[in-house]
């Protein structure tokens, strides 16, 4: 099946800094790929829809001025929480889609500690 | 809007028993249904999925049954095993192009042997 592979899959950061994720689907290319979060025992919330060339789409609440989204080639994603403090602290995976079908697939996810 | 539900864990069953995790959806139209797996340490992995009314998606051993009239995809097991453990996601997606899944919180499911 198709691989979507993300990186870091956990980070460390002092509040303040920003931290860039990336996502990237290794043997297909996607126009589309979805950024969630996820909170302990909690569901996978959609923060927004990046699509290739074009800017993202946010989700209502998701700040788009500290989730930076960037989907600049047709396999690569990246996610930047800038100027991250504590609650910002999550775990962020990404999905894309298989063009040929439309099928999602994930990558492993982010695990972000803010300090 | 569109929303899953399902049911809170943690489940917790002893090796060979039957297993069954609810979940039921809102929708408008006429969603794709999916379950999803997350073993610890790894990523989601899809298990099943149906698209339509009365479909049953299954999966080693898994399976559900996309029931409109109840507007359920309840997943169910014969058998557990150990390396079953995990937890378990269902979601939607409704039936447009080029968009995202939305997800229920996830069933933690343990399996003692």
């Given amino acids: ?115 | 809007g569109n929303s899953v539900t399902q049911m809170e864990g943690p489940v917790t069953l002893s090796e060979e028993a039957f297993l069954t995790i609810n979940c039921t959806y809102t929708a408008t139209g006429y969603p794709s249904l999916f379950w999803y797996v997350q073993y610890p340490g790894e990523g989601l992995q899809l298990l099943l999925k149906a698209t339509k009314a009365d479909d049953k998606g299954s999966n080693k051993g898994f399976e559900a049954t996309y029931r409109k009239e109840t507007t359920s995809f309840h997943l169910e097991k014969g058998s557990v095993q150990v390396s079953d453990s995990a937890v378990y996601f269902c979601a939607l997606r409704p039936n447009q192009a080029g968009t995202a899944l939305i997800f229920g919180k996830g069933t933690t499911l343990s399996v003692s042997s």
């Fill in chain 1, 1 to 115: 099946g198709a691989v979507v592979s993300q990186h870091p899959s956990r980070v460390i950061c002092k509040s303040g800094t920003s931290v860039k994720i990336e996502c990237r689907s290794l043997d297909f290319q996607a126009t589309t790929m979805f950024w969630y979060r996820q909170f302990p025992k909690q569901s996978l919330m959609l923060m927004a829809t990046s699509n290739e060339g074009s800017k993202a789409t946010y989700e209502q609440g998701v700040e788009k001025d500290k989730f930076l989204i960037n989907h600049a080639s047709l396999t690569l994603s990246t996610l930047t929480v800038t100027s991250a403090h504590p609650e910002d602290s999550s775990f962020y995976i990404c999905s894309a889609s298989l063009p040929s079908s439309g099928e999602l697939f994930f990558g492993e996810g982010s695990r972000l500690t803010v300090l």
